[in-house]
Structure formats: structure tokens, C-alpha cells
């Protein structure tokens, strides 16, 4: 009994000297960061004019998006930290890999996130083996909105399905085209989503299934 007293109070200090380790390492972080941030403003240079535009760029749209995606206004602040630039870069660096523009880049960690998990992607997610493979794969048009579905637990039916059908409204008139051409183009095609009770009760989207299912018989 005493020796397991003992291997306790030796793992929970060395548990606290690594807490330790961690928080200088951290503090000695920050300061570094502000050493460098007071090096920039007395040679009038700021942080954010340094960055290189294509990581502005990204970055404003990946917001603009989470924006739209949300449908509440994401704020954030112009300057970047040195660890905020570095991810950017790793994202920059993806998406030359993949040879494809900002827009249609995010667009595709944007639809898979929302079709697979029914979120956005953090910024975690945007330079990763997987990313690439999303943006290689990715077959949807880049012009379009990636609108969300997230809705509160508590949501009844009624109201999900006026929220729904305000949203295809919005989008159909955006597109200009009609509800079944809408559900074809995109939904059909996983651009976009809607609760699947929703689609299930639309005659439009029941005849786009039919039709789509036709056309691939009929091609075989």
C-alpha cells in the first residue's frame, strides 16, 4: 500500500514538472513573439503587411466562408502571429500542390466536412495528406455556396423544413435554375445538403433521383 502511495506522488510530480516545462516554454515563446512584433513597429513595418498576399488571401476566404457556411459574421483581427503565418503557408503549399485556385480548394474541405461530420473544417484540417486527396478528388463547380445545416437539437420539424425550403429558395435563384435542375446539379453531386427528411418528402428531389438513376441505367 505504501509503495503504491509513493508511485503516486512520484508520478503526479513528474506529471507537474512536465506541466512546468510547458508553461516556460510557452511563456519564453511569447516573448520571442513580442521581441519580434516591437522590432516591427519601430521600423514601421507591421506584421500584416509582410505577409505575402496569397496567405491573406486564404486566409480571408476561409472566413468569408465559415461566414457563409454559419450564417453569423466570423470575426477576426488583420495581424498574424508567427505560428497563424507558418499554418497559412503549409495551406498555400497544398494547394499549389493540388494546382487548383483559393476558391475551389477550400470549396472542397468545405463540402466534404459538411457532408461527412455536418460542420466546417478547422484551420487543422486545411494542410493535410487528406486535404490534398479532397482537393485532387473534388468534382463539384467552384462557383456556389457551401451553406450549413447545422440547426439546434430542439429545432421541430415544421420549422427545419421552412428553413429549409428558404435556403433552396435562395440557392435556386442563386444558380438560376430550376428545383429539380437544383437538385441534380448539386445536391445529387453532394455540393450541398439538406436534412435528409426534407429531400425525402420533395416530389423534385424524389423525380431528380429517378431521372439520375435512369440516365446511369441507360448509359451502361
Avoid at 73 to 94: P, S
Wanted: charge should be positive.
Amino acid at each position: 500500500m505504501t509503495e503504491h502511495i509513493f508511485e503516486l506522488l512520484r508520478k503526479r510530480k513528474e506529471r507537474s514538472e512536465r506541466q512546468k516545462e510547458v508553461f516556460k516554454k510557452k511563456k519564453a515563446e511569447e516573448f520571442k513573439a513580442k521581441q519580434a512584433s516591437a522590432k516591427r513597429i519601430i521600423s514601421g513595418e507591421t506584421q500584416y503587411s509582410a505577409v505575402p498576399m496569397e496567405l491573406t488571401v486564404l486566409r480571408d476566404l476561409y472566413f468569408k466562408m465559415i461566414s457563409t457556411y454559419t450564417g453569423q459574421v466570423k470575426y477576426y483581427t488583420d495581424e498574424m502571429t508567427d505560428g497563424q503565418v507558418a499554418l497559412w503557408i503549409r495551406v498555400e503549399k497544398a494547394r499549389r500542390e493540388v494546382g487548383c485556385s483559393a476558391e475551389r480548394y477550400l470549396k472542397a474541405q468545405f463540402v466534404y466536412f459538411d457532408k461527412t461530420f455536418g460542420t466546417y473544417p478547422k484551420t487543422q484540417h486545411l494542410a493535410t495528406e487528406g486535404a490534398i486527396e479532397r482537393a485532387r478528388e473534388f468534382a463539384g463547380p467552384t462557383e456556389g455556396l457551401v451553406l450549413g445545416n447545422m440547426r439546434p437539437p430542439d429545432i421541430d420539424t415544421a420549422a427545419r423544413f421552412r428553413q429549409s425550403e428558404k435556403t433552396l429558395q435562395k440557392m435556386m435563384k442563386a444558380q438560376r435554375c430550376s428545383r429539380e435542375e437544383f437538385y441534380r446539379r448539386f445536391v445529387l453531386t453532394g455540393v450541398y445538403t439538406f436534412p435528409k427528411e426534407f429531400l425525402e418528402a420533395d416530389p423534385a428531389y424524389i423525380r431528380a433521383v429517378g431521372d439520375t438513376c435512369q440516365k446511369k441505367s441507360n448509359s451502361q
